[in-house]
């Protein structure tokens, strides 16, 4: 049974960085799809960012290229956010899903197992 642990939320000042991670565990993660999602309140899920960790490719939302790099560490079953250039507009609670056929951001349904969320507040 697949089980993920979201990490690395936090508060930061604007122009700051931080990394969350999404740690899976009961699977590995080789070949799924693994996004990232945010969920302001009063507001839909949005997908920021995929990896397909059959091969790599990856895919970002406009709002977030150029700022932040989805990776995974093979060898510990992790996928990573590197989030640079924090803006206050990205305030908001942060997911990891995976196990989903594909990268498609618009779609957060077809991601089967979702981990806890992370806080992560840009303010000055």
């Known amino acids: 049974q697949w089980h993920v642990a979201v990490s690395g939320g936090g508060l930061v000042q604007p122009g700051g960085s931080l990394r969350l991670s999404c740690a899976a565990s009961?699977?590995?993660?080789?070949?799924?799809?693994v996004a990232w999602f945010l969920h302001v309140l009063g507001k839909e899920r949005e997908g920021i960012s995929c990896?397909?960790?059959?091969?790599?490719?990856?895919n970002y939302a406009d709002s977030v290229k150029g700022r932040f790099t989805i990776s995974r560490d093979k060898a510990k079953n992790t996928v990573y956010l590197q989030m640079n250039g924090l803006e206050l507009e990205d305030t908001a609670l942060y997911y990891c899903?995976?196990?989903?056929?594909?990268?498609?951001?618009?779609?957060?349904?077809?991601?089967?197992?979702w981990g806890q969320g992370t806080q992560v507040t840009v303010s000055s």
């Open positions: 009961g699977a590995t993660l080789d070949s799924y799809a």
């Open positions: 899903a995976t196990d989903g056929p594909s990268c498609s951001l618009k779609l957060p349904s077809i991601f089967i197992t």
């Open positions: 990896i397909m960790t059959t091969d790599g490719s990856t």
